[in-house]
């Protein structure tokens, strides 16, 4: 999801540029989003590209009490503005301005959409993902994922000989 600017930095600022982004398109490094798809708007600001895309993506992350794979769709807005390393035009490095948060076109003029697009999955994604609302999780003493199997480690069976001395405890 690399967009060569090189052209539009050196366009009027307003100027603007549309993409698609094809299902399904991913990159290795997004983690934790698998895939993308959606509209990219590209804006020449006064300081760099304004970026602006409603994209749809899916994400996977472990549950937090099972450790399965749990993928989910969000659908997220980006609003991002792009600053460039360097200008376009005399080829000199630039510094962003002082509070300058946002981020940045490298020498290769490419401006990656896909990085934009993982800071706004990792802002609204769980810190606790489950993979459903009522995961059983992994049993603490055996292992076993308690959603596919029992075990009886936590079960309230009490040993026979044990129950006959309680039932003489009730009768007295
Ligand atoms: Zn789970
Ligand atoms: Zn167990």
């Keep these: 999801m690399n967009y060569n600017v090189a052209q539009l930095l050196k366009e009027p600022i307003g ?6 982004i094809t299902k399904g398109e ?12 959606g509209h990219v708007k590209l804006v020449r600001t006064h300081h760099g590209i304004w970026v602006q895309a409603s994209v749809t993506a899916q994400v996977s992350q472990d549950c937090s009490r099972c450790l399965a794979d749990s993928s989910h769709t969000l659908d997220l807005d980006i609003d991002e503005e792009y600053f460039p390393e360097i200008d376009v035009r ?26 934009a697009i993982r800071q706004s999955a990792l802002a609204i994604l769980p810190l606790k993902p489950l993979c459903k609302p009522d995961c059983h999780g992994i049993c603490d003493r055996c292992g ?3 959603n596919h199997d029992e075990c009886s480690c936590y079960s309230q069976n009490i040993d026979p000989r044990w129950e006959a001395l309680r039932s003489l405890l009730v009768e007295t």
């Design 144 to 146: 076993i994922n308690r």
């Design 90 to 115: 005399t080829g000199r490095r630039m510094s962003p301005p002082p509070d300058w948060e946002g981020l940045s076109i490298g020498a290769d003029n490419l401006l990656d959409v896909a990085e």
């Design 15 to 20: 100027s603007e540029r549309a993409f698609t």
């Design 26 to 37: 991913s990159i290795e490094y997004f983690v934790p989003v698998d895939s993308a798809a």
